[in-house]
């Protein structure tokens, strides 16, 4: 049975507030598929009799449970090898010069989806920095979606998925086959851990970064909750440190906060005042 436009509105209007994201009318068609599951197990008989729990309040957490089920977590290894290119050749250098007093790094992939983008981090570091294995270097991952979250913290991943960017060095390097999977090694796993957060509410329980990954997620967002999370991640961000953005994707309604330092394939950004 179909929700109505208004039940479909309601949906909308619930994952933007629980999530920021926005989802365009012409997507309707993906609340069924992604809800079903979760109606189902709340004993809902079908979608609309699960909207009807979802607006009478009950219980909490399935508001939380419907905006994670429609977030989009496309990710791989070494997306966009291009930004890659330039951490491992400019970016990364200038930020170990900076830091040689604290002996400290610390990375965050915001939005990190199923994790790969952090272990592409610690994979590259390990690779082509190895002074830094007497550093404090820590690459935190944040996602609002549960499920990704411990899929992350897991670090095991399918064929298909290793398949996608992790050259076959690397992967025999810092991968080890466990049956039909391939386990990400210790000492790259030990570099990285995996929080919830949601990017749209503060998180004071993360530190300040010297480099902050933020791809491909502003996309989902308005123009108003990226200022807001611009000024958020700025807060979060030392002087000096860099804010790297997606492909397609600009500060450029915050750049008051922000300044362009490389136009490469995408962004990097310093924090204005950051010296
Ligand atoms: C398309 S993936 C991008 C993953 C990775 N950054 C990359 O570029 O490959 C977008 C991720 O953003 C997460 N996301 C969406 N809205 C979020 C929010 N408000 N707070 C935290 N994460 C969010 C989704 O759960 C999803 O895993």
């Known amino acids: ?60 957490h399935l508001h939380r449970a419907v905006a994670e089920a429609m977030t989009v977590n496309e990710t791989s290894f070494f997306r966009d090898i291009t930004t890659f290119d330039m951490l491992r050749e400019v970016i990364l250098p200038e930020l170990i010069e900076r830091g040689m007093a604290r002996r400290q790094l610390r990375i965050w992939s915001a939005a990190s989806s199923t994790g790969q983008e952090a272990y592409s981090l610690a994979m590259l570091i390990t690779e082509h920095f190895p002074e830094l294995a007497q550093w404090d270097v820590k690459i935190i991952g944040t996602d609002i979606s549960r499920h ?18 992790l050259p076959a060095r690397m992967l025999l390097k810092y991968m080890v086959r466990e049956g039909e999977e391939w386990e990400v090694v210790p000492r790259i796993r030990s570099m990285c851990e995996f929080r919830y957060a949601n990017l749209c509410t503060p998180m004071p ?10 791809r491909n997620v502003l996309l989902y967002f308005s123009q108003h909750d990226r200022r807001t999370l611009f000024s958020e991640i700025y807060r979060k961000m030392v002087p000096g440190g860099y804010l790297v953005l997606g492909n397609a994707e600009q500060a450029e309604d915050s750049t008051n906060l922000f ?17």
């Open 1 to 60: 049975m179909a929700c109505s436009d208004s039940d479909y509105a309601y949906l909308r209007g619930l994952v933007l507030e629980q999530s920021a994201n926005r989802i365009d009318p012409s997507r309707n068609a993906l609340f069924d598929t992604r809800l079903a599951p979760i109606a189902r197990l709340s004993g809902a008989a079908n979608l609309p009799d699960f909207v009807s729990m979802l607006k009478a309040g009950r219980p909490a």
């Open 148 to 165: 990704v979250v411990d899929y992350a913290q897991r670090g095991r991943y399918r064929r298909l998925e290793v398949n996608r960017g």
């Open 205 to 214: 329980q993360l530190p300040t970064f010297d480099l902050v990954m933020l």
């Open 259 to 275: 300044e362009v330092e490389f136009a490469a394939n995408c962004y990097f950004y310093r924090p204005v005042n950051g010296s």
